[in-house]
């Protein structure tokens, strides 16, 4: 661990790991002398921390915070972060509302103190410098972030919080306008003005003018080879989640699918729904054919897939668990290389490819990277990460119960990582025969929400203020796009009363 004190974006002296002064001739810039120090000490985690935080470092934890060579991780002493809130309008990713008590996934770093691996900052080319550190940290974690560069806001960095912090300093709108324009498509910064004229009541012509002319920002590196020194792997020990209803054919192909894995899951739980009362199972082939594995059968009239994963989730005995479906296909070596990845990268949630044959994923996902998606068919969880982790009733025959589940784990300090070559094959099969039409209260209304209720809660319970707003005018011209109606001020009237009757609704859902 080598520590670089700075104040102010100039450079003060550096650290050893004990904390005692190195000699090392600083340059003018942070930066140049962050890369510096790099080139010099390849083998060392190259923290920063402002001078007022240096007698707070936690140096006992600084290897389990970098347990493998990609991991870039920082921490806003004051709990703010450099980019105002206000990019929340254009950005509505998980990565932005940071939960500052636990381990958080985001992009948004800080000066404070923080720190990446010497080889990483070695691998990098195309990264610009600039003159704000704060800006430059920002910008290099949010274009390395997508292809593989793991990124987090850590408590841990610290032994006890300062009494009084520094003051995070904020970008100026001139510098918002900026990220903007160098780190989204085009068309963000427009919506941005939009937005910071309608919910701010600011006019920031000049500040958007001036972005126009900044060119977009890039970064490549050379992919690490990557070996965590963190284990999470006690026994490699799975239980397999399947809800199921009315698909006897495929769940039977899937049963096979799992009885031949190279490493065979200890436990599949299966929970079978019908609503008809005088139903009884029709999965024989659960107790009639012989499985190496334990079925453990569950028999409800209880329909819906939150209730069904719940009832599972309470039967699980094994130190991991896979999130599974009843129309998944996948190749006899998925769970043995699902605990490779585990243990390579260290991780305590994975979601896998989840596409439907002949679907091919967008060239920028064939990176494993943090991602802020999760799917309750096709992820694999540390049982222990769900101690108080339930899939959400109220949402129950909606949308979002993934996203919901996905932010609950976030927040409870575990990351979602992506591995695209660990595949999973949906087949959609038809709903079964004997399910039954739920209806939302809201569906016998004459005049119907928009946008759905359970899309409105799930943004509600986990959008900062900002995200909400911004969610709202994109909301306004993506339907417009959809609708007939082209009439902008009725359009306009009719759009605000949908709005307030899927709130309505929403806060209904979140009395369930």
Not at 38 to 51: G, N, R
Not at 324 to 351: A, C, M, P, W
């Amino acid at each position: 661990m080598i520590v670089l004190v700075h104040e102010n974006n100039r450079p003060l002296q550096v650290l050893d790991a004990s904390l005692n002064e190195l000699k090392f001739s600083v340059e003018p810039s942070i930066m140049e002398t962050m890369f510096a120090l790099a080139k010099t000490f390849p083998d060392d985690i190259i923290m920063w921390c402002y001078k007022t935080y240096v007698k707070y470092i936690n140096t006992s934890e600084i290897s389990n915070i970098f347990y493998h060579k990609q991991i870039m991780a920082s921490f806003s002493v004051c709990k703010t972060s450099y980019i105002p809130k206000a990019i929340g309008f254009i950005d509505q990713s998980v990565f932005v509302n940071v939960k500052y008590d636990v381990r958080y996934p985001t992009w948004l770093m800080s000066s404070d103190i923080g720190g990446v691996s010497a080889e990483f900052l070695n691998a990098t080319n195309g990264i610009k410098s600039c003159q704000n550190f704060d800006y430059f940290l920002n910008s290099l974690a949010k274009l390395a972030m997508p292809k593989g560069l793991f990124c987090y806001s850590e408590p841990k960095f610290l032994k006890e919080l300062p009494g009084h912090g520094i003051q995070t300093k904020k970008a100026s709108t001139g510098e918002l306008f900026q990220f903007a324009k160098q780190h989204y498509k085009w068309v963000w910064t427009y919506m941005l003005l939009l937005c910071q004229i309608i919910y701010h009541k600011r006019i920031t012509f000049f500040s958007f003018v001036r972005s126009l002319f900044y060119k977009k920002r890039s970064v490549t590196f050379q992919s690490l080879e990557i070996q965590s020194s963190k284990v999470v792997v006690n026994k490699k020990e799975i239980d397999v989640v399947i809800p199921t209803i009315g698909r006897k054919q495929y769940l039977y192909d899937v049963l096979k699918d799992l009885a031949v894995q190279t490493l065979l899951p200890k436990n599949v739980i299966v929970v079978e729904q019908n609503p008809s009362e005088k139903s009884v199972s029709e999965l024989n082939f659960l107790t009639e054919d012989d499985w190496p594995f334990k079925i453990k059968h569950v028999f409800t009239h209880q329909t819906g897939a939150c209730n069904a994963r719940n009832i599972a989730l309470d039967l699980v005995e094994s130190e991991w668990v896979f999130l599974n479906d009843d129309d998944n296909r996948f190749e006899v070596h998925l769970l043995k290389s699902v605990f490779e990845k585990i243990e390579q990268y260290g991780v305590d949630v994975l979601t896998t490819e989840y596409l439907q044959k002949g679907e091919t994923l967008p060239r920028q996902y064939n990176y494993t990277h943090q991602t802020g998606i999760f799917g309750s068919g096709c992820s694999v969880v540390k049982t222990e990460s769900l101690k108080d982790i339930r899939f959400n009733m109220a949402l129950e025959f909606g949308y979002g119960e993934d996203t919901d589940f996905g932010r609950q784990l976030r927040n409870s300090g575990n990351d979602v990582i992506f591995f695209p070559d660990l595949k999973i094959v949906h087949l959609k099969a038809p709903m079964g025969g004997f399910r039954t039409k739920f209806f939302h209260p809201w569906e016998k209304e004459k005049e119907q929400p928009k946008p759905s209720p359970t899309v409105m809660y799930v943004r509600k319970k986990f959008y900062t203020d900002e995200q909400f707003l911004g969610f709202k005018c994109i909301s306004f011209f993506r339907y417009y796009s959809q609708q007939k109606n082209k009439n902008p001020f009725s359009y306009f009237s009719k759009f605000i009363r949908d709005w307030k009757l899927s709130i309505f609704w929403a806060d209904k859902l979140e009395q369930h």
